[in-house]
C-alpha cells in the first residue's frame, strides 16, 4: 500500500526548495536591477553637469576645449 504521508512529505518538500530557489533568483535580479539603476543615474548626473558647464561657458562668453573638457575663458575680441 501506498503511504500518502510520505508523498505528501516529499511534495511539500520538493515545493518549498523550488520557493527557495525562486526567491533567492529573484533577491539576485532585483539586486542587479538596483545596480543598474545607480548606474544609469551616476552617468545622467554626469552628463547633466557637464551639459550645464559647457552652456555656463558659453553664456559667460567662454570658448569651450573640447579636447581638456573645460572652459578656456573668454573669447579674445579680434578687430574685425
Known amino acids: 500500500m501506498i503511504d ?3 508523498i505528501i512529505l516529499g511534495a511539500a518538500a520538493a515545493c518549498a526548495l523550488i520557493w527557495l530557489y525562486a526567491e533567492i533568483r529573484n533577491q539576485g535580479a532585483d539586486s542587479m536591477r ?3 539603476e545607480r548606474q544609469n543615474n551616476d552617468a ?3 552628463a547633466d553637469d557637464a551639459r550645464s558647464a559647457y552652456d555656463r561657458c558659453l553664456d559667460g562668453g567662454g570658448l569651450w576645449n573640447f579636447g581638456a573638457g573645460r572652459c578656456d575663458g573668454p573669447t579674445p ?3 574685425d
Do not use: L, V
Open 44 to 46: 545622467r548626473n554626469a
Open 4 to 6: 500518502w504521508s510520505k
Open 34 to 36: 538596483t545596480s543598474i
Open 77 to 79: 575680441r579680434r578687430g
